[in-house]
Every structure is written in structure tokens, then in C-alpha cells.
């Protein structure tokens, strides 16, 4: 079963989840899978039962809820986003098994820059030492799955800050080029299609 793969640059939040919306509506059993591999300009999202209050100071950035779950996360440039739209009944995939090949194919391609990275079975997305260096946030409609991860690349932290991330006070936030690694979006947004590709493809 292939994949179309999109780089779309970076594009505004509101616009991309109306994209997503319209595409998972319009979508048949013969619709190809995509997934769609971007950046955000600087937003906040809030998820579909997300405490407000875990917005502790905005200032200019715009907020936005979305229709993924999960609480409070921010998105900006540095940031690369993999947005899979994938018809799990056809893939056989449920919800968790989504989530576990999401984190897996983000901790692959943090190894393949010596970078040691895991799961936290209570709180979906990947961590180095304790930080994260990634959030995942889904939503499934008509058994189709839209919104996906966030991998920070080489970004500005400091919005990060001003929320609870992802609703929990004080969690550290780091990213790939903090971490040793690339600090080029288009290089990661490389290896981690390859690793998305292969556990989603065929």
C-alpha cells in the first residue's frame, strides 16, 4: 500500500488542519495514504479537552485549538511536523499501535544520530534524559487518522515556556541540534520519512 509523501513548506496551522479536515471528509477505501511533512509558523494548539489554563502567557503568539487530543503544545519554525492521514482499518492499525510506530520511527531516526531517545507509556511522545524532544497528538475519524508529531530540530525553546507542555508544569524541552544532532529541518524531514515509509508502506 503506498504512501504520498507531501513537504509542504511552512504553512499556517489553521489553513493545514481545514486541509486535513477536508481531505479525511472527502476521502473513499480508494484514497491514497499521505502524510504530509512541514513546519509551522509560531502557534499554539490547544487539543480537543485541553485545559486553557495551561497557557500560562501567550503574549503575541496566537492559539488555536485543534481536533487532536492531548493538551497544550507549541509549533514554529525549526520544527518538523509529519502529519499522517492513513486509513487504519485498510493498514490493520489500531490507535496504540499508531502511537508506538509514531514514537519508534522518531527514536530510530534520533539513533541513527547517536542519539538515545524513549517512550513514556503515560505520556505519549519521545524523551532524551528526561526532555522531550518530540509530542505526538491524533485525531481518528471514519477510522481514519489525521494531526500526528512535532520533532523539534533546531528551534526557539523559549515559547515552550509559557505553556504547561503538553499539561505538565515545569517538563524540560529540548531539540535534535541541542542534542548533537542535525539542526537542518529538511535533512531530519528526510530520515524520518524513511523511517515513517517503512513502518507504514507496503
Not at 493545514?16 to 511533512?37: C, G, K, P, V
Not at 528526561?130 to 481518528?140: D, F, P, Q, T, Y
Not at 528551534?155 to 548533537?180: E, K, Q, S, W, Y
Amino acid at each position: 500500500m503506498s504512501i504520498v509523501v507531501r513537504r509542504l513548506g511552512l504553512v499556517d496551522c489553521q489553513a493545514t488542519l481545514e486541509d486535513m479536515q477536508r481531505f479525511t471528509s472527502a476521502r473513499s477505501a480508494a484514497t491514497a495514504d499521505e502524510i504530509w511533512l512541514l513546519q509551522h509558523a509560531p502557534v499554539f494548539t490547544l487539543g480537543l479537552n485541553a485545559d486553557a489554563g495551561h497557557v500560562l502567557d501567550a503574549g503575541t503568539i496566537p492559539v488555536v485549538k485543534v481536533d487532536r487530543g492531548g493538551q497544550v503544545t507549541y509549533h514554529g519554525p525549526g520544527q518538523l511536523v509529519a502529519y499522517t492521514l492513513l486509513d487504519l482499518q485498510r493498514r490493520r492499525l489500531g490507535v496504540r499501535a499508531l502511537v508506538t510506530a509514531l514514537e519508534q520511527a522518531v527514536i530510530a531516526t534520533l539513533a541513527g544520530y547517536g542519539i538515545t531517545a524513549a517512550c513514556k507509556p503515560a505520556a505519549p511522545g519521545v524523551y532524551v534524559a528526561g526532555a522531550k524532544v518530540a509530542s505526538l497528538g491524533l485525531r481518528v475519524r471514519r477510522n481514519c487518522s489525521y494531526h500526528g508529531l512535532a520533532l523539534n530540530v533546531a528551534m526557539d525553546l523559549a515559547p515552550f515556556g509559557r505553556i504547561n507542555p503538553c499539561g505538565f508544569p515545569g517538563l524540560g524541552v529540548t531539540d535534535i541540534a541541542r542534542l548533537g544532532g542535525p539542526a537542518d529541518p529538511e535533512r531530519v524531514a528526510d530520515d524520518l520519512e524513511s523511517e515513517l515509509l517503512r513502518r507504514f508502506a507496503g
